[in-house]
């Protein structure tokens, strides 16, 4: 098996856990120390995104590139990826990013909609970035389906094509379903992202790898999005076990994500019910903290709004529904 | 009362929902479908209507200039720039669907009357029809420093060309929650849910105002009357839930069902332009009476 190639995520899925409010100083530390234990990707940007930073989904406490240029003064040979959103981000925003130093980017449509990266993706190519394809709440789509629209990302030019859990609600067999239809058909690299909701990014992560993905995404401390991510220095230490190589020091790994859980992290990373409802129902995970807000504004459980979202086949970035929803709940608790 | 000629360019979808909606006009006279594709469903539906049609593009209506006076424009950007080229010498009026953005943007319930007397007007986007005349009526009451929508629309509703040119979408709307709805700065979301059976076109305005919301009361009900008057002609345009109002943010919950005119209901986003085009067309053709008459 070759090389695993990792990107820490915790800069940019985590900016969710702490409501956008990322330091410099914090993006410096953590992008300082993953690149010191040999990180080759490291991501840098709002959680929805360059131009995330939005009443819709949270204002960012500094502006996206100023966290960019922060992170590629001291990123060494680590390379600063940002997230991009069509729809929320532009092109604009990924030149001025690229400007700041970062070279690679995602470029993440939901899973039915990749023809929307169209522009981007070949934007990205023509400036000579890393160009990846993440085709989020992979969940919620047929293998084929998913396959059909990562060739549209491969045909754009991109590099690699992910395979993201964004909902954290995939069991192993949706896993490797998924990946192993685009490693037999496709010529690009293929990655997959976690989210831990169901206590299952781990081993995702490994079926993923299993079968034929070799980019994986992990968070230090699991700082993400619902339940996080796929931990990095637990998966950097399970990899090592089976003899993969990462190339990642396991010991700053772990003092890493020791900093990250005493000065970072506001609450403990766990699975709670909410989280796990997330995985559960199949709702995108960064919905959790605007259900848990919503919930105390309507006095609404937030299980049950989470439950009602999913029914209501919402999609990631709809972050305005859930007031509504719950909103609509109340009326309805109330005229009972 | 005599109405209005009005050619429409363009025989796809919007072209041809909203042939179907000139032709219950009062003050318009559907004259002539300009198409390029003589199979196309929509020249067959308009010959079907009895509407007079060419199929050879501009440059056919070229040698019938007389058959309008009025023409809208649901081509493709690139095609909208040759149209003003060629028919602004013949003094035609021309209200832009397209995302060209060559004449200034229009809202019928905001900033029509300013811009009558331009020979074209532009529609902006559908985000833009339906977010607007709302961040306008709150920056009557107190001003605006910040104004945010979030349009989502069912997959099934957004074209080839808006899906090829997303960031246009976002960045015409932003660009005229500015100059059009008057908030200092502007900032425009689209979202594409692709569930079955598909979704109403939904739109979210959040603004930050400069200071607190004095009179919540005012606030509502400054909301509620532009949604009454958007409602006039756009009648599947509504409030989901009551404004929210908490210190200096606004929230405001629209959805948009379409007529399903030519378009499924579900197209809101599409029926808001072609709606809000027509609106456009009968005030021009009532200022031209005006004129006529000599008031």
Redesign the interface.
Known sequence: MGKILLTEVALRDGSHVVGHQFTKEQVRYVVEQASKAGVPYIEVTHGDGL?GS???YGLSKEYDIDLVKAAVEVAGDSIISVLLL???G???DLKEAYQAGARMVRVAT?V??A??S??HIETAKSMGMETIGFLMMSHSAPPEVVLEQAKLMESYGADAVYVTDSAGAMLLGDVQARISLLKEHLSVDIGFHAHNNLSLAVANSLAAIEAGANRIDGSVCCLGAGAGNTQTEVLVGVLDRMGIDTNIDLYRMLDLADYVRANILPAPQDITSGSFIMGYAGVYSSFLRHAVIASEKFGVDSRDILIELGK????G??E??I??TA??MAEKKVSV | MKKLKVGIIGSGNIGTDLMKKVMRSELLHMSVVIGIDPDSDGLKKAKDAGVHTISNGIEGFLEHPELADVLFDATSAKAHTKHVELLEPLGKKIIDLTPAAIGPFVVPTVNLERHLNESVVNMITCGGQATIPVIHAIQQVQNVEYAEIVATIASKSAGPGTRANIDEFTQTTARAIEEVGGAKKGKAIIILNPAEPPMLMRDTVSCLLEEDVKEPDQMKTAIEQIVKDVNSYVPGYRLKIDPLIEGREVKVFLEVEGLGDYLPVYAGNLDIMTAAALKVGEIMAQQLQKKEVGI
């Open positions: 131009g939005s009443l819709q069509p729809g929320i532009t092109i604009e939901h039915t909609e023809d929307v169209k522009q209501r086949n919402v999609v970035g709809q305005d529904t007031i509504e909103q609509q």
